[in-house]
Structures are given as C-alpha cells and as structure tokens.
C-alpha cells in the first residue's frame, strides 16, 4: 500500500478560529448571520451560503479586511512541527480549504510548500466582493453545492492503492470525513462524526495529529 495522503482543513483546523467568521463579526455586514445559520443547518449549499455572505462587503473594505484576518490569525499550536513531520515520513500533505485565496495563501506562505493547495478565490473588481469557485463538484459528489468540493479533490488525487487521511473541523468537512479511510477531527465535525457512528480520532493540537498519523502508519519509536 502506498503511502496515505493527508488532506488537511485550513479554517478552524490550521488556524484556531474561523477566519470567514472572524470577518463577518467584525466588518458585521446587515444580514450575514442568517446566513449563517441557514449554512450550518444545511438549508442552504456552502457555496451559496459563503458566496452570499461575501457579497455583502463593499470592494472598498478590500484593504482593511485583508488587514485585519491577517493580524488576528492565529496558527494552531504545533502546525510547523506538523507539516515537518510529514516532509520527513514523505506523507503527502494537501491543504484543501473552503476559504479564500487572499488569506489562505499568505498565512500558509511561512509553513511551505505544500503539496497543494485549494481554495476559494476573490474578485474584487466590482462594487461588491465576488467569490469564484475554481474547485468545484464532480460528478459523484452528493452535495453539488461546495464552494472547495473537497471530496472532488480527494477522488481526483486518490488512486486505489492509496488510504486518505483528512483533519477537519466544521461542516464545510463533513463530505471528505464520510469518504475519508481515516478522520482527525475537532469541533462539529467531531460531533457529526459522533452522531452518525463514523470514526475518528479527536485533537486540539497538531502535536496530536502527529501522535494520531504515527499510530495510524505504525511508525516504530
């Protein structure tokens, strides 16, 4: 067997807190908490949802949003030594993330290279911020409605020979755990996971992660 690739989160799970809510509770747009809401309970698709709630930001908040999600950003404890323990047991590490490409990138720039890495992107060349969806839902996905269709990406990279690990931690996963040959998961995810009698591992550091994926390979102290 090949060796398993890691497909990890960014928004919640690299990073401690949701950067996508962070925005929208500081820039506080009319109307985005419903939305919200209406996200989380599965009335309405992520890409819609997520989408929707961008659209609410003037273009011209461009400047003081990037800012701002850059400074309060916080990297969760023991990602470094994550990502260099997978560059030394030669596990392939993607970053798949429902969030945007002009945070995502240049938080990840000092952990570097990746794999890859996917995510959602902005145009800011109206009035109002435009979401653009560059990975989308293939075929057999089940959703039709991610913004970064994660489970897409995985099929895409996965060959049959070859296990998939993902690490997640909020609905925006929830597609890739239900696919996944083995979930790390915190927070909503860990309680749907939880509730529909899929198994997991729960972390709050990656020092745990990689006691998690050491176990998981059967690495030899």
């Not at 949802?49 to 023991?78: C, H, N, T, W």
């Not at 109002?128 to 409605?145: M, N, R, V, Y």
Request: charged share 25%; with cysteine; hydrophobic share 40%.
């Amino acid at each position: 067997m090949n060796k398993p690739i890691i497909f990890c989160d960014f928004d919640g799970t690299i990073t401690a807190n949701d950067n996508i809510i962070a925005i929208m509770e500081k820039f506080d747009p009319p109307g985005w908490v419903p939305v919200k809401d209406q996200i989380l309970d599965q009335s309405i698709s992520i890409r819609e949802g997520v989408a929707k709630m961008f659209s609410l930001l003037p273009v011209s908040e461009k400047d003081e949003i990037i800012s701002y999600v850059l400074e309060q950003a916080e990297i969760r404890e023991g990602f470094s030594d994550f990502v260099a323990y997978s560059k030394k047991q030669n596990l392939p590490l993607y970053i798949v993330s429902g969030g945007i490409d002009f945070f995502v990138h240049p938080l990840l720039e000092p952990f570097g290279p990746f794999d890859d890495i996917y995510c959602n992107s902005a145009d800011f060349s109206g009035d109002l911020i435009k979401l653009e969806f560059p990975h989308g839902c293939d075929d057999a996905c089940t959703s039709q409605g991610c913004g970064c269709c994660k489970p897409s990406v995985i099929r895409d990279l996965l060959d049959k020979d070859t296990k998939s690990i993902v690490i997640g931690d909020s609905i925006s996963d929830w597609e890739a755990a239900k696919e996944a040959d083995f979930v790390i998961a915190r927070d909503l995810l860990a309680e749907k996971c939880h509730e529909a009698g899929i198994n997991y591992e729960p972390f709050e550091t990656f020092h745990e992660v990689i006691a998690i994926v050491d176990e998981y390979i059967g690495v030899k102290s």
